[in-house]
């Protein structure tokens, strides 16, 4: 009996060290700013893709001078 709640001991701690490692609390959160600045260049790298798939849609068409 007592081997056996050794065993359970055991794992236990083992269970537990494990977890602690997959949340270091060294992790720093991101602040908003950095966030923001991200967003804002995600948002103006879409923008771009969308105008060049726009300006090569107008194969063929002829130029509005």
């Not at 490692?21 to 950095?34: H, T």
Request: aromatic share 6%.
């Amino acid at each position: 009996m007592k081997s056996f709640i050794r065993i359970i001991s055991v794992i236990y701690l083992m269970v537990s060290i494990v977890s602690c490692k997959s949340y270091p609390m060294e992790a720093s959160q991101k602040s908003d700013v950095d966030r923001n600045s991200e967003e804002l260049q995600k948002r103006q790298a879409a923008e771009r893709e969308k105008t060049e798939a726009g300006h090569l849609n107008n194969y063929g068409k002829p130029s509005s001078k």
